[in-house]
């Protein structure tokens, strides 16, 4: 049972415009919530996190959201470049029951900025 | 930003050897550690956790006696997979936490077994 879903596989956008990529999850002990990117046969490179109490966090060009009710988030990037393509991955943890704040991850989505 | 090094960054073995992977933090003390395998076109699939100068907690499905991991520091954990076949084919990725909550991984390592 897939605990953090990236519904879509791939997105593409053009350069100077906005990226939105979406996580849902199904469960409702997370606390605290990543978003990694990551190039092919390189670890996940930290982007920006988010805690359940609030519902938006912003670095730079990039911002997060938080819809707890819908359990979903979002990552927007605004302007997106071409650097920006690798496969962003959504993670979710929880503080409960000595997890250690291990992390459950989505299957990514792969962004692709077109020049 | 934290940094976690992870050494071999690529190894190729015979089937029925051992190899060992390590991972370290390089800037900061690790409360916690983690070993991750990734399959092609596949998510993180975490396979255990480890804290420093106690046993490592598997998760389900991952054999302990396979895949060994030594916490013996604040800096250092390592991964030794033991009698390697070539379905333990993988891309092998470690991260370290401090006390806040994120994250930190290393470049991984790609493990060929022939």
């Known amino acids: 049972d897939q605990q953090v879903k990236q519904n879509s596989p791939s997105l593409s956008v053009q350069e100077g415009r906005i990226s939105i990529l979406n996580c849902d999850y199904t469960?409702?002990?997370?606390?605290?919530f990543l978003w990694y990117k990551k190039y092919p046969a390189e670890g996940p490179t930290f982007l920006i996190s988010i805690s359940s109490i609030k519902d938006k966090n912003e670095d730079g060009r990039f911002t997060v959201f938080l819809n707890k009710s819908a359990k979903h988030l979002s990552l927007h990037i605004v302007p997106s470049q071409p650097g920006d393509s690798a496969v962003y991955f959504c993670a979710a943890s929880t503080h409960s029951g000595g997890s250690n704040y291990k992390l459950t991850f989505g299957k990514g989505t792969l962004l692709t900025v077109n020049p | 930003g934290a940094v976690v090094s992870q050494h071999p960054s690529w190894v190729i073995c015979k089937s029925g050897t051992s190899v060992k992977i390590e991972c370290r933090s390089l800037d900061f003390q690790a409360t916690t550690m983690f070993w991750y395998r990734q399959f092609p076109k596949q998510s993180l699939m975490l396979m255990a956790t480890?804290?420093?100068?106690?046993?490592?907690?598997?998760e389900q499905g991952v054999e302990k006696d396979k895949f060994l991991i030594n916490h013996a520091s604040l800096t250092l954990s390592t991964l030794t997979v033991t009698s390697a076949h070539p379905e333990d084919s993988s891309f092998y990725i470690c991260?370290?936490?401090?006390?806040?909550?994120?994250?930190?991984f290393g470049p991984g390592t790609r493990l060929l077994v022939l």
């Open positions: 480890s804290n420093e100068g106690s046993k490592a907690t598997y």
């Open positions: 991260s370290a936490r401090t006390d806040q909550e994120t994250q930190y």
């Open positions: 469960n409702s002990m997370f606390d605290y």
